[in-house]
């Protein structure tokens, strides 16, 4: 895996919460994140990542779409209710229904498609204004 190199001043005080369903997802983008420079608190399930969130602490939440338990638009929606200023990223490795108005909600800037190029991501998370 290559690393990419971001200044620490960049990255500072830059937490994330990642949020997916697929541990091989949430090992991979958790160890290149880290490597990055981001802290990452990562979570297979939504129900814990709601009842562990503390306000104000995380720049971003990267929440996959579709998990079992719950799906990362009512995750983002009850995360909202605690916390109105962090800002997301929605992983899906699924086909869009441009008629879904969860889908309609979002900006494509803030979609992001698995699998994921680390570039990519790197990009889109340093894009997302502080």
Same mark, same amino acid.
């Given at each position: 895996?290559?690393?990419?190199?971001?200044?620490?001043?960049?990255?500072?005080?830059?937490?994330?919460?990642?949020?997916?369903?697929?541990?091989?997802?949430?090992?991979?983008?958790?160890?290149?994140?880290?490597?990055?420079?981001?802290?990452?608190?990562?979570?297979?399930?939504?129900?814990? &990542?709601?009842? =562990? $969130?503390?306000?104000?602490?995380?720049? *971003? /939440?990267?929440?996959?779409?579709?998990?079992?338990?719950?799906?990362?638009?009512?995750?983002?929606?009850?995360?909202?209710?605690?916390?109105?200023?962090?800002?997301?990223?929605?992983?899906?490795?699924?086909?869009?229904?441009? &008629?879904?108005? =969860? $889908?309609?909600?979002?900006?494509?800037? *803030? /979609?992001?498609?698995?699998?994921?190029?680390?570039?990519?991501?790197?990009?889109?998370?340093?894009?997302?204004?502080?």
């Amino acid at each position: 895996m290559r690393v990419l190199k971001v200044s620490a001043k960049a990255n500072a005080r830059r937490k994330i919460l990642l949020v997916d369903d697929e541990l091989d997802i949430i090992l991979s983008l958790k160890l290149f994140l880290e490597e990055n420079g981001f802290e990452v608190d990562a979570y297979d399930n939504p129900s814990s &990542a709601i009842a =562990d $969130y503390k306000p104000g602490l995380y720049h *971003l /939440l990267i929440l996959d779409i579709k998990m079992p338990q719950m799906n990362g638009f009512v995750l983002y929606n009850e995360i909202r209710k605690i916390d109105d200023k962090v800002n997301v990223c929605f992983l899906t490795a699924g086909e869009i229904n441009p &008629a879904d108005k =969860d $889908y309609q909600t979002i900006s494509d800037n *803030l /979609l992001l498609r698995k699998p994921i190029e680390n570039e990519v991501l790197l990009q889109a998370i340093e894009n997302i204004k502080s």
